[in-house]
């Protein structure tokens, strides 16, 4: 199978909010490996549609973090994580935000992600929206954190160990500054669920 044909499925809930008058884009994981040329996993999609809007366009829902903006669509059988386009304000316990807002704005949107090769959106066409430079970053094999790393890896402490995840699989290196945040808040680590970082690590 391609590529491009694991998103076949995913297109249907693309082309169902286009036609319906919003926003959607591929994001995240699969479309950093689609770029890389690897096989595809799980398929996420970022939409300016409220999560009651998304919930009432598909017949198979499944509300997972509807604070979050997060519905869940399921188009035969196949599960597909479908969140409203959000901005997140600060996280008092490393890992969740205290609150998020809803925004119209896909930029905005991307800008929350934790690295810069995850913060690619891709539309149905296959088009690349790269506003942070990540398509480099993948030529690079450079692991850079979108803005701020300090505060990326404070937010949520199991993106440190995330990055270290990314260099062994992906054999990047990760960028100096994004790096020597990780040694100053290498103790943050202590915050994380031994749940999450084995889920991260496996």
Do not use: C, W
């Amino acid at each position: 199978m391609t590529n491009k044909n694991a998103f076949k499925e995913g297109q249907f809930i693309l082309d169902t909010l286009e036609s319906n008058g919003f926003e959607a884009y591929y994001v995240g994981g699969s479309v950093r490996d689609y770029y890389m040329g690897k096989s595809v996993g799980d398929i996420d999609i970022t939409t300016n549609a409220l999560p009651k809007q998304i919930e009432a366009l598909f017949k198979h829902t499944i509300d997972v973090g509807i604070e979050h903006g997060t519905i869940v669509v399921v188009v035969d059988k196949t599960p597909y994580e479908v969140t409203t386009y959000r901005t997140e304000t600060t996280y008092s316990d490393f890992r969740r935000p205290d609150s998020v807002e809803f925004t119209t704005s896909l930029k905005e949107d991307l800008a929350r992600r934790d690295f810069t090769m995850n913060a690619i959106a891709m539309d149905k066409h296959f088009n690349l929206y790269d506003p942070y430079d990540g398509k480099s970053a993948i030529e690079d094999k450079e692991i850079i954190t979108v803005g701020n790393p300090d505060e990326r890896f404070n937010e949520d402490a199991l993106r440190m160990l995330r990055a270290l995840r990314f260099m062994s699989q992906l054999q990047f290196d990760i960028n100096e500054h994004s790096y020597d945040a990780i040694k100053n808040l290498v103790s943050n680590v202590q915050h994380i669920s031994v749940e999450r970082i084995v889920q991260e690590m496996k």
